[in-house]
């Protein structure tokens, strides 16, 4: 793993680096990388090229797998409220607005043309979970590419805020209290009672007994 100064430096130069781009949607990288543990930042670089396994041993896939799909795959823990069989959607850490919400795509998605229609009905499903619970002006619905991965952001409106307005780094509990208000709720399996047949009185007389010995 790396070491602490060492992340810091890199975490730094990564930042710069996007400063002086021209790439689409950096600011939200920025805050991504800002946010990452050593564990997300070195499978960050791993799986874009830009450090080796000290040994030079091939990487198994799971380790070239994105920060996306490590979500997906329970490999990086996430606030997930939802899912179907094609996308999950989880609460953003560095969110927009009260209730912003990613939806991720389980396969590994690189290019919004390949985005499933699915994750899109998903996506306007959560809308209306938002509407219903946090009830905000509106709520906007747009894809981005996120380390190579086709994401959708759902986006809860209260003033004037857009996909590319300041973000904050949530705390925890802020989370874990969405988490609970927002998050899929199983239905408790009823078990219907076994009904007793009752024994009618004209029945009753045909029951046979054993025969009575003087």
């Known amino acids: 793993m790396l070491p602490p100064d060492q992340i810091e430096t890199i975490k ?8 002086s781009s021209n790439i689409p949607d950096k600011e939200n990288i920025k805050n991504n990388i800002t946010s990452m543990n050593p564990e997300q930042l070195e499978e960050f670089l791993m799986q874009n090229n830009l450090i080796k396994k000290e040994d030079g041993a091939q990487e198994a896939p799971q380790a070239q797998q994105c920060i996306f799909c490590s979500i997906v795959s329970g490999q990086i823990h996430s606030y997930k409220i939802d899912e179907d069989k094609d996308s999950i959607a989880v609460l953003e850490i560095n969110p927009i607005s009260k209730g912003h919400v990613m939806i991720i795509p389980k396969e590994h998605i690189p290019t919004s043309d390949k985005l499933p229609k ?6 306007e499903k959560i809308a209306e979970k ?31 805020e857009t996909i590319n307005s300041q973000r904050h780094q949530a705390k925890p509990e802020e989370l874990e209290k969405l988490h609970k208000k927002l998050e899929k709720k199983s239905k408790p399996r009823r078990v219907k009672p076994q009904k007793i047949k009752k024994i009618k009185k004209s029945e009753s007389k045909k029951l046979w007994l054993p025969r009575r010995v003087p």
Request: charged letters at 20%.
């Open 130 to 160: 938002i509407k219903t619970k946090l009830n905000p002006k509106d709520v906007q619905i747009s894809s981005a590419n996120l380390f190579g991965h086709e994401v959708i952001n759902v986006l809860p409106v209260y003033k004037e």
């Open 12 to 19: 730094k130069q990564l930042i710069s680096q996007l400063d």
């Open 118 to 123: 699915t994750a899109f009905s998903f996506a």
